[in-house]
């Protein structure tokens, strides 16, 4: 079983150290201090060993890969530190504030030879794959994305939230030709409800809406091609029914998108060959935040 180290103990950090616990051995763990999460670790996990030094991880020769769930402003500088000391990364998205900053992590993980896999987590969504499944042979004509939320108003709603929904568009559409943000209003931050539209080939666009500042929670994703609807919602997949003008479900996901995340990162640290795509996706993401960034200001 792989063994493996994690920095970062949030919220999130915690459900990561869940799901792993589930298919690899996680030995160490660092934060800042905080001593609540500190009191979970020991609580929940008596067997994982809180390390005050990060240094106490890269030179573990046991520890095959570091899990990374941080600020976004940390990314760059604690995944090049794992690079460069030979352990494989599983990186929250984005994997770092800029392009630039993703190249030099990419080109570090390929010289030596590391994984260097960044947590989408949507990508890994059961529906998701069905999408993939159902749209394979059809002709997709637009992709809708609506996102309503409260909080995460810590990070950058562009770099945060917005990551998601591109890395999906990337996947189904590939890289836009024109892409506009037409709607930026700030409410509690200087962005908190965003639109942005993406122009590709064929007359295909994708428009992506977020607000985080909804008085709910809901997230849905429609595809339309040629001759269906399908929707997204939750843990189920619709398809419009043209004739009875009514939705069907088609697909109910059995595994959370976490859970899936998590095997495929570890099976791809134990495969002889190392596939980087999760990287250059991520890279591409950048790409397009970056665009967007520039029309903002």
Same mark, same amino acid.
């Given at each position: *079983?792989k063994?493996i180290a994690?920095?970062?103990?949030? =919220?999130?950090?915690k459900?990561?150290?869940?799901e792993?616990?589930?298919?690899?051995?996680i030995?160490?763990?660092?934060?800042?201090g &905080?001593?609540t999460?500190i009191r979970?670790?020991?609580?929940?996990?008596?067997e994982?060993?809180?390390?005050? !030094?990060r240094?106490d991880?890269? +030179? !573990?020769?046991?520890?095959d890969?570091v899990?990374?769930?941080?600020?976004?402003? /940390?990314?760059?500088?604690?995944?090049?530190e794992?690079?460069?000391n030979?352990?494989h990364?599983?990186?929250?998205?984005? *994997?770092a504030?800029?392009t630039a900053?993703? =190249?030099?992590?990419?080109? %570090?993980?390929k010289?030596?030879?590391?994984?260097l896999?960044?947590?989408?987590?949507f990508?890994?969504?059961q529906?998701f794959?069905?999408i @993939?499944?159902?749209?394979? &042979? =059809?002709?997709?004509?637009?992709?809708q994305?609506d996102?309503?939320?409260?909080g995460?108003? !810590?990070?950058?709603?562009?770099k945060?939230?917005l990551?998601?929904? #591109?890395s #999906?568009?990337i996947?189904?559409?590939g *890289?836009?030709?024109?892409i506009n943000l #037409?709607q930026?209003l700030g409410? %509690?931050?200087?962005? !908190?409800?965003? +639109?942005i539209? #993406?122009?590709?080939?064929?007359?295909?666009?994708?428009?992506?809406?977020?607000?985080?500042? +909804?008085n709910?929670?809901?997230?849905?994703i429609?595809?339309? /091609?040629e001759k269906?609807?399908y929707?997204?919602e939750?843990?189920?997949?619709l398809r419009?029914q043209?004739?009875?003008k009514?939705y069907?479900q088609i697909?109910?996901?059995?595994e959370?998108?976490l859970?899936?995340?998590?095997?495929?990162?570890?099976?791809?640290?134990?495969k002889?060959?190392?596939?980087?795509?999760?990287?250059t996706?991520? @890279?591409?993401?950048?790409?397009?935040?970056d665009?967007? %960034? =520039?029309?903002?200001?």
């Amino acid at each position: *079983m792989k063994k493996i180290a994690l920095i970062g103990l949030g =919220r999130w950090g915690k459900n990561l150290v869940r799901e792993f616990s589930n298919v690899s051995l996680i030995t160490k763990c660092h934060t800042k201090g &905080n001593q609540t999460n500190i009191r979970w670790l020991k609580k929940h996990y008596p067997e994982i060993k809180w390390v005050k !030094d990060r240094i106490d991880i890269f +030179s !573990d020769p046991t520890i095959d890969a570091v899990i990374i769930s941080t600020p976004i402003t /940390t990314h760059f500088k604690l995944a090049k530190e794992c690079l460069d000391n030979g352990k494989h990364v599983f990186i929250e998205k984005p *994997m770092a504030e800029t392009t630039a900053q993703s =190249r030099k992590l990419i080109s %570090i993980a390929k010289t030596n030879k590391v994984q260097l896999f960044v947590g989408h987590v949507f990508l890994y969504s059961q529906n998701f794959k069905k999408i @993939l499944e159902v749209t394979k &042979n =059809r002709k997709i004509k637009c992709v809708q994305f609506d996102w309503k939320k409260l909080g995460t108003f !810590d990070e950058d709603i562009f770099k945060n939230l917005l990551t998601h929904d #591109l890395s #999906l568009s990337i996947e189904l559409l590939g *890289m836009p030709k024109k892409i506009n943000l #037409l709607q930026n209003l700030g409410i %509690i931050t200087s962005s !908190d409800i965003i +639109s942005i539209k #993406l122009y590709y080939n064929d007359n295909k666009i994708c428009n992506i809406k977020i607000d985080r500042t +909804s008085n709910f929670k809901k997230k849905t994703i429609t595809v339309i /091609t040629e001759k269906n609807l399908y929707q997204w919602e939750d843990d189920i997949l619709l398809r419009l029914q043209n004739k009875s003008k009514t939705y069907k479900q088609i697909f109910q996901q059995t595994e959370t998108p976490l859970a899936v995340e998590c095997k495929e990162f570890i099976k791809s640290i134990s495969k002889p060959n190392i596939s980087y795509h999760s990287a250059t996706l991520a @890279l591409n993401v950048n790409v397009l935040i970056d665009r967007i %960034i =520039r029309q903002r200001k």
